[in-house]
């Protein structure tokens, strides 16, 4: 996830992940700040001495994030910041808060859980039969497919239905994987604001 940096209102970039970002500014008193689309903005009030120099860090928040997806579906915000932002000393990470790693996949199926409270009926049908029991669903659904698959190639004529077919196969098993390693699942950004040399 890329944020965007601002300090007073100027952007002055966008923070990668693990890329350290260092930024001239004059001293005094600034307000830095990350957007990133869709999830507002995250401001801090910093301090920033002559000749010296203020360490900052931003990561996502996988909580927050899955809140902002969740709100999609419920149309309710009930969680917190999609974002950190904080100070840090002698550039050494704080204990807390921890930064996360964030994955468009995590972010994806764990927000599906929001379909639980969803106001349409059939988004918390399909919750409660291909979200709530995902392996079982997951296998059940490789399995009919396998077996559509295998009864197509055993023709003595296979039909070009097994394109198809496989793929679903491959994909249907692919969600389930990446389902429970999204519910089993962190790098941060890093800012350097400094004044120039008086």
Same mark, same amino acid.
């Given at each position: 996830m890329?944020?965007?940096?601002?300090?007073?209102?100027?952007?002055?970039?966008?923070? =990668?992940?693990?890329?350290?970002?260092e930024? =001239?500014?004059?001293?005094?008193?600034h307000?830095?700040?990350?957007?990133? +689309?869709? %999830? !507002?903005?995250?401001? %801090?009030?910093?301090?920033?001495?002559? !000749?010296?120099? $203020?360490?900052l860090?931003?990561? +996502?928040?996988?909580? !927050? %994030?899955? &809140?902002? +997806?969740?709100?999609?579906?419920?149309?309710? #915000?009930?969680?917190?910041s999609?974002?950190?932002? #904080?100070?840090?000393?002698?550039?050494d990470?704080?204990?807390?808060?921890?930064?996360?790693?964030e994955?468009? #996949?995590?972010?994806?199926?764990? &927000?599906?859980e929001a379909?639980?409270?969803?106001?349409? *009926?059939?988004?918390?049908? @399909?919750y409660? $039969? +291909?979200?709530?029991h @995902?392996?079982a669903?997951?296998?059940?659904? &490789?399995?009919? %497919?396998?077996?559509l698959?295998?009864?197509?190639?055993?023709r003595? @004529?296979?039909?070009? *239905? #097994?394109i198809?077919?496989?793929?679903?196969?491959?994909?249907s098993?692919?969600?389930t994987?990446?389902?429970?390693?999204?519910r089993?699942?962190?790098?941060?950004?890093s800012?350097?604001?400094? &004044?120039?040399?008086?």
């Amino acid at each position: 996830m890329q944020f965007c940096f601002f300090v007073d209102d100027s952007d002055k970039g966008l923070l =990668r992940r693990g890329k350290p970002l260092e930024v =001239r500014i004059p001293p005094g008193q600034h307000t830095v700040a990350i957007k990133t +689309a869709g %999830l !507002g903005i995250l401001d %801090l009030l910093v301090e920033v001495p002559a !000749g010296g120099t $203020v360490n900052l860090a931003c990561a +996502a928040n996988i909580d !927050g %994030l899955i &809140s902002a +997806a969740r709100s999609k579906h419920t149309q309710v #915000w009930d969680g917190p910041s999609p974002m950190n932002l #904080w100070l840090i000393d002698e550039g050494d990470l704080p204990e807390e808060p921890t930064p996360e790693r964030e994955n468009w #996949w995590t972010v994806t199926f764990l &927000s599906q859980e929001a379909l639980a409270e969803s106001p349409v *009926l059939f988004e918390r049908l @399909y919750y409660r $039969v +291909a979200i709530k029991h @995902y392996v079982a669903f997951g296998l059940v659904a &490789s399995l009919v %497919l396998g077996l559509l698959l295998f009864d197509t190639l055993s023709r003595p @004529y296979p039909s070009m *239905l #097994w394109i198809p077919l496989s793929v679903l196969v491959v994909g249907s098993l692919s969600v389930t994987v990446l389902t429970t390693l999204a519910r089993r699942q962190m790098s941060a950004s890093s800012v350097n604001v400094s &004044s120039p040399d008086p």
